[in-house]
């Protein structure tokens, strides 16, 4: 890569003026990484020690922001205002013993069925509605908060921003001056992401013991942040450790975090503290356990809205998800597309909208699916990536506004386009009575009016979940004994079908 600098004499005239310019483009850009490099050196706030960070705390702010309403949009707050006190009061009280009690703090439980927890930058932390059906003390709760808050006191997302900015930079530096940097650009990007995921672990690790340090300094019993972590490993063992929780796989491990725990304890001295099992179950009775068929649910293709009243049904053998805003599908070459979503104004109003965009060509008409008001139109759009064509269907309902879309590349939409018009014709009223009734199963505590095993609890509080679900949610084995006077929980209620 070098010859070209100390031989310049091989180029020619034109090619050595190109040279030059790639020469200085690259000097400019090593002296703004020294630059960067020296100036960007900061105390870290929880640690002490110095980092990196090309990233200023009222940035971390913003970005915390405008990742707060992409989590509210993308997965919903779950709906209970008592709950989502708890937690915010919880949080608070644990930020304003950390580093940063300045930050504006929000904690919220989000609408997700999985075991997760995860933190923005800026104060912004988020606990998934599933994780919270795995604790069983308020401790291990404030082991989860602790660990998400020390994310955010030792700035690691701020850390890990700046350092791929950094690298970037470097690397548009060489791509402009290398052409084999530039031939292999991708190929280094990737290489990136698994350097940094050393990183992740690192503050994995450091998170761990700061969320330690918070958890006890408020006086939480330290067994929390290792109890934490059964539940992981149980989460595990009961999918027969095919797969890792969602906790796991965005939080890297750093090795064995039970140990390191354990050692954290007996390095403290501190064995004992604040646990309250029965103010947290008390707390989570009545929680929404696994998906809430109330907010959508799908029955093979077909996806039925009961508290919305209306059905819809994608094409065979497409990939979709329930979003908190939108209701998405793939087919399975991921060249094609389609979404459901609710719009302001009506029908034909909406139409207008979209099909009056500059970068949009067709036009709508007015007409009915299924009894219902609609306006709908072929559509051409260009967008970066080419021209997508496809149909755009937008139906009145119940006082609320529908808009369905289904596009692919203009050259592939002939391969959807019977699949499309089927689909966009299958948008109906919900009548079906079962699927308007359908409800959540729900958590259910019970208190024991005598001694008994895991197992007769299943057996005497029948559950809708199986005996070896409840025995995980309530962190014990079937044969374990628990004494008269102690709270367990069960499911109660079917689900969807």
């Known amino acids: 890569m070098m010859r070209s600098i100390v031989r310049p004499h091989v180029l020619s005239p034109g090619a050595a003026e190109v040279n030059a310019r790639r ?11 020294a630059t960067a490099a020296v100036g960007a050196c900061v105390t870290n706030p929880a640690t002490g020690e110095k980092m990196f960070s090309l990233v200023s705390e009222s940035q971390e702010i913003e970005m915390g922001r405008q990742g707060d309403e992409e989590v509210r949009r993308t997965f919903g707050y779950y709906d209970d205002p008592d709950l989502q006190a708890y ?6 009280t644990m930020a304003a013993i950390a580093e940063r009690p300045h930050l504006p703090w929000k904690f919220k439980v989000v609408e997700q069925p999985v075991v997760n927890a995860f933190a923005y930058p800026g104060g912004f932390i988020f606990i998934a509605r599933g ?3 795995h604790f069983n003390t308020e401790t291990e709760l404030a082991s989860v908060l602790g660990h998400e808050i020390g994310h955010v006191t030792a700035r690691h997302s701020a850390e890990a921003i700046s350092r791929a900015q950094l690298a970037q930079i470097g ?3 060489g791509a402009v001056f290398v052409p084999e940097v530039a031939q292999n650009f991708g190929a280094f990007s990737q290489g990136l992401q698994l350097m940094f995921l050393s990183f992740g672990r690192d503050d994995e690790a450091q998170s761990d013991e700061l969320g330690f340090r918070y958890m006890t300094k408020l006086g939480y019993d330290p067994q929390g942040a290792v109890a934490m972590f059964q539940i992981l490993e149980r989460q595990q063992a009961s999918s027969g450790g095919s797969a890792l929780p969602d906790w796991a796989s965005t939080h890297p491990d750093p090795g064995n975090r039970i140990e390191a725990a354990e050692r954290r304890i007996v390095d403290s001295g501190i064995t004992s503290g604040y646990v309250r099992r029965n103010e947290y179950l008390t707390r989570i009775d009545g929680l929404v356990y696994g998906e809430d068929p109330r907010l959508g649910y799908f029955e093979g293709h077909r996806f039925r809205h009961p508290e919305l009243a209306f059905e819809f049904t994608f094409p065979d053998g497409w990939d979709h998800v329930n979003g908190a805003d939108a209701v998405l599908g793939q087919s399975p070459d991921r060249d094609a597309a389609m979404q459901v979503r609710l ?5 034909s109003t909406a139409a207008a909208e979209f099909f009056g965009q500059q970068s949009v060509a067709g036009t ?13 139109g072929s559509f051409r759009m260009q967008t970066q990536e080419g021209i997508l064509s496809g149909y755009a269907l937008f139906v009145d309902h119940r006082e609320l506004t529908y808009a369905l879309f289904a596009f692919a590349p203009e050259a592939r939409i002939s391969t959807y386009d019977a699949a499309f018009k089927a689909s966009l014709g299958s948008f109906a009223k919900l009548t079906d009575r079962a699927a308007l009734n359908v409800q959540p199963r729900r958590i259910e505590i019970v208190t024991l009016d005598r001694a008994m095993t895991v197992q007769a609890f299943t057996d005497r509080y029948p559950s809708t979940v199986d005996a070896q679900a409840v025995a995980l949610i309530n962190g014990m084995e079937l044969t374990e004994r628990v004494p008269a006077g102690a709270m367990l929980k069960r499911i109660v209620g079917e689900g969807a079908p």
């Open 23 to 33: 020469i200085r483009t690259y000097a400019i850009a090593l002296a703004f990484l």
């Open 87 to 92: 937690i915010d009061s919880l949080g608070q």
């Open 131 to 133: 994780i919270m059906t």
């Open 171 to 173: 690397l548009v530096a």
């Open 343 to 347: 719009v302001p104004g009506g029908a």
């Open 364 to 376: 709508a008409s007015r007409g009915s699916v299924n009894g219902l008001p609609a306006s709908s």
